[in-house]
Every structure is written in structure tokens, then in C-alpha cells.
């Protein structure tokens, strides 16, 4: 009998620990399809790609130049399966295939300085994803040995566990009880047949829990029908940032499993940048089939709600605001005017980051690099163009719809030595609420 998926995948992640240049060949072949040939061989080295990363704008350094970063990828289809790719290979005129010293070098280019922001691919004229082929050019690093080894671990907890940060029911049981507590509402668990099913990213359970009781408080003043599931409640997937479909599909099948199980309508993606591109983009074709259940992100929901009049907010926050755009969530995933109508609805000063909304920087840490702890430095130093922006707002206060960003962002303040506060937009909404009126 075959073993379970997730057997599957737990048994390709060990056996991919020893590095192996030929599979990675394979793989990086496998991965390059007709539309990917078709924009490997549109660059015309024009170096846009280049003037819109952070790695290189803050380094100036040439090996950052996003399209860069693809050359193991593209020196293996130009070998193996570019036009006149066997002529070339018998005149000895082919590109030679990459070492594994090679590649264990390329790691930092395809890892630790690659944000899968998808800013360059919105600078290129030639309209090619290079942040889409950095994520597929990864899953022959993943397959080969050649990620980074904190990916390896978070892809191996996530798969046992649950969760890249190995958290479990109980914890998350423990902080339900501390916000029921703190809000004295009822947080439902799975409750069968409700509309929507929230699922939460870990980074939101240990470090932002407040955002229970912001989601209790919001739905229960909107008459939301929603619960929460015992398994299956994490959101986030370190198979796509690692680069491995089978251990993607198999957390994203979590969730799936969760949703089908209590028959809700809609699973909101929470704040969460790339929890939200698993979910929502790559989701069906992970599991290859379609979805009995919509995807919904919460800023979306939230926007939605107070535009048909079921959330009303009373009252401004007094701070100059600024809003940071998650990239996954904003220019990749085209969420970007509801978080403005939020701000606006609760902030009196919200002011906008020069180049703000799908034009905006990283904060650094997306795609994974946050838990690559040998990217630190390099993280902190791409820090620079966010701090650029946030600086030229003069804002008191920053607000993100990520809990990623939002962990990253705190971590790079400190860094750098600057005083503003982050905050969490849900959260944000959920303190101006308009105070709930006696009932009749
Ligand atoms: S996706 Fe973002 S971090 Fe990665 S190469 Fe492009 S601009 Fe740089
Ligand atoms: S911007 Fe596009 S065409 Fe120009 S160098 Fe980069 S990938 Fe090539």
C-alpha cells in the first residue's frame, strides 16, 4: 500500500538532504515549461529587474540582480532543452552543468536575497515573473540538498507538527481561553456548518494573539457566522517558500480537510502575506482539484463588511499613520485599496508611503528569508529602502495587514534604532468599533 501524502513528502524532504547537482539539474528542466522557456529567452538584458530589488539597491551588488539569480536554472534548460540544446551539447558549445559547490553557493542568490516580493517582475518590459521563477528555479534547490538547512527544519516541523513553528492545539487552545477571557466573548471551535473558517499563521498564535480577540469582537458585531478549526488551523506554508509542492500540498490539504469537514463557504486567509498566495493562487492546482469553498482575505472581508453597513467604527486614531503593503497580499495579490478605505475609516492622519501600494518595498523578511537565520545581516541592510519610505511619511505609527511583516518590521525598528510602534490593521479596526448599542 502507498503511504500517506505526507509520509511522501516527509521521505523526499530527508532523502533531498544530500546534495546532488544531476537532480537539481533534473528538476530546475522539469520545472522550466513552455510559458517559463518562453520568458527565459524574452530578457533583453536591459537591468530594470536590477533597480527595483532591495538586495541590490541597498548593496549595489551585481550578483542581486534578480534575473541573476535564475542562472543555475537557466544554464540546466539551455543545456537540456533549449532550441539546438543537443547540437550545442555535441559541439561541446552548451553551458557546462553547475557543481554542487556551485549551487551550494547559489543559495544565498536563490534564498537568503530573494524575497519572492514579485517587485522586479512588475519593472520588467518584458513582462517576465522572475519572482515566479525564483520560486520554481527553488524547487530544484529544495529536491537537491541545496536550501537553506532552517527551511529544511520548518518544512520538517511544519509537516509533523502542523506547523513551521511547531505549534500545536494545545497552545492555541490556551490562547483562545486568554481572549475569550480578555473580550468575554465566545470563540467558536469547530462548529459545523458556519459560514467562515479563520486559520491563523503561528507567528500570529505566539507573538499577536490580540488578533483573537480582534476577530471575535469584529464578527460578533457583525453577526458573522465563523469558527475555527482544532486541526488544520495553521496558515502558513513552508512548502512554498522552501520550494516543494509535495510538502505544500500536504499542509495546504490541512486546511482543505478543515474546511470540508465543517462545511463552511469561506476560508479567510489571514494576515498573512504568503499564506494568502498558498491559499488562495496556488492552492487548486496543489491539490489538483478545484476548492467547495471561497477564499477570502480578512482585510477584504473586513472592507466588505463595513461597506454594506455591518461594522461601523466611532472615533480616529489621533498618530500620523503610514500602511505598510504586504507584498504578497498587495502586489501580488491585489488587495490594495481595501486596507486604505480601513485606514481612512479609523485613521484622521494616514498618510501614504512614497511608492506606496503595489510600487511599495518588502519589508525584508518575506519568502522566507525571516526564518534564514544566516540572512540576517543581509535582511537588516534591505531593511534600508523600507526605512527610506517610512521615514519620508514622518509617521508615528506604522500598520501592516502581516503578521510576518509586522514581526520583521519590529525586529528591524529596534535594528535601527527607531521608535515608531507597528500595528496590526484588524486589530486596529477592531479598537474603533463603534460601541455596541443596547438591545430592545
Ligand atoms: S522578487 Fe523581490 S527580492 Fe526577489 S529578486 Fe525580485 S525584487 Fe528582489
Ligand atoms: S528587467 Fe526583464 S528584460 Fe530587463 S534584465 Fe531584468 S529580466 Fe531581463
Redo the contacts with the bound molecule.
Sequence with gaps: MEPPPSERARAALDSARAPDARKAAQVFVAQVGRDAAFQLEACVHCGL?AE????HLVTGDPRYT?VY?LWPMIKAYQRERAPFASLKRLLGVAPPESTAQALADWSELLYDS????????LACPMGID??GL?RQAREGMSAAGFAPPDLYEAAGRALETGSAMGVRWPALKRQIELQEKDTGLKVPVDVEGADYLVVLSSMEIIGFAEIIGALARIFHRAGVSWTLPSAGFEATNVGVQIGSREVAAVLLSRIVDAAERLKVKYVISPECGHAYSALRWEGPNLIGRPYSFKVVQIVELLDQLVREGRLRTRGKDARRLTFHDPCQIVRRGGVSQAPRRLMDGVSGRFVEMPASGAASF?CGGGGGVSAIHRAEKLRFAAFECKKRQVDATGAEALVTSCSNCRNVLEEAIEQYGMTLPVLGLTELVAQYLEPERPRP
Design positions: 529587474c527595483a530589488c532591495h538586495f534578480p539569480k530573494c524575497n519572492l516580493c514579485g517587485r522586479c517582475t522572475i519572482a525564483v518588502c
